[in-house]
């Protein structure tokens, strides 16, 4: 079984993959996404989204880190893939799933997925810049409005190269409203002879098997899940189905706030600790209860001071 840390815009930088990933039990997690849009962008933006660059890829705990890239345009997004693996990214993926609607307007993300050809032009594009031995991978949603073109699309992004896909279970327009739809991922797994990688509202270990049975895939994404309870993945992969107590989970958390601490504004650093502290509480009270204390707060010292005591 591998199990992926997902990639989380605005959530799951550099600091929170350290955390997560030395939880134990993921296999590889993802970057966010990286817009190119109008140029080859400059090695600082590669090495700013992704520090990891500067040290073989891979988190401290020595997880590989996939890069992402979003955009519609084959040709940029062949150059900027090949600038992202000449900087050591050991694979590329490449987003078709994001539904924000600035990035629709610019037409990438899951836009696209109205459009199997484009899908499969982009992978091709990509593909071929890249050298044979970094994997060009895809995440994808089941469509933009509706199914219809889930398997076509699915089928493009396989002819056009790429290695594995990541299927997010919902369409654009479901959003992130339950349920993922894990038998619409089987029925793309059943089409395409690549691996694919099943995503969505998998929150404990029970939903994991359940995910799995359900899609025939043996490999599975975290996204929130992972946020919400830190130790996910190792459990999924374990005998037992027990998480870690809060008790242990705050001291997560503590090692995140000095991972963060001098990373920016106080006030946006205080932001990231209550945006962590409101997924945890899907899973812990505890947490739910700390960021009621805590959410006028501006100092993170004083939040992880908070938390500490807790
Ligand atoms: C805050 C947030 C940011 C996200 N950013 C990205 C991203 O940069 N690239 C991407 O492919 N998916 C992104 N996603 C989608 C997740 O990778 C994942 O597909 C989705 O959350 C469903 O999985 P989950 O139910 O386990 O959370 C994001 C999701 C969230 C909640």
């Avoid at 040709?75 to 590329?92: D, Q, S």
């Avoid at 975290?222 to 809060?246: F, Q, T, Y």
């Avoid at 707060?297 to 001071?305: A, F, T, V, Y």
Wanted: proline letters at 5%.
């Amino acid at each position: 079984m591998k199990i992926a840390l997902a990639p989380m815009e605005g959530v799951c930088d550099v600091h929170l993959r350290q955390v997560l990933t030395a939880m134990g039990g993921f296999d590889y997690c993802v970057t966010e996404f990286i817009r190119v849009s109008s140029m080859l962008l400059p090695e600082k933006v590669f090495y700013r989204d992704c520090p990891e660059l500067k040290v073989g890829a891979k988190t401290a705990s020595g997880v590989p880190v996939h890069l992402q890239l979003l955009g519609s345009e084959p040709t940029l997004m062949a150059e900027n893939a090949a600038r992202a693996a000449e900087l050591g990214a050991p694979v590329i993926d490449l987003n078709f799933g994001c539904p924000s609607k600035c990035v629709n307007k610019s037409a990438g993300g899951s836009y696209l997925l109205q459009f199997p050809e484009q899908l499969f032009s982009i992978v091709d594009a990509v593909r071929k810049a890249v050298p044979a031995a970094v994997p060009v991978t895809a995440k994808m949603r089941l469509g933009f409005a509706d199914k219809s073109l889930a398997i076509e699309n699915a089928l493009a992004l396989e002819a056009g190269g790429a290695s594995w896909l990541t299927v997010h279970g919902r369409t654009k327009l479901e959003g992130y409203r339950p349920p993922a739809h894990w038998h619409w991922i089987g029925r793309i797994n059943d089409a395409v002879s690549i691996p694919v990688v099943a995503n969505g509202e998998i929150w404990t270990k029970a939903d994991a098997l359940a995910c799995q049975a359900e899609s025939g895939c043996e490999r599975i994404m975290l996204g929130r899940g992972a946020l919400a309870c830190p130790d996910l993945a190792s459990v999924i992969k374990s005998e037992s189905a027990e998480v870690m107590p809060w008790s242990d989970v705050k001291h997560v958390f503590i090692r995140y706030c000095d991972l963060i601490e001098n990373t920016g504004l106080p006030v946006q650093v205080a932001g990231r600790l209550k945006q962590w502290l409101a997924f945890l509480q899907k899973s812990y009270a505890e947490a739910g209860a700390l960021l009621m204390e805590v959410k006028t707060l501006k100092c993170p010292n004083k939040i992880s001071r908070r938390v500490l005591q807790s």
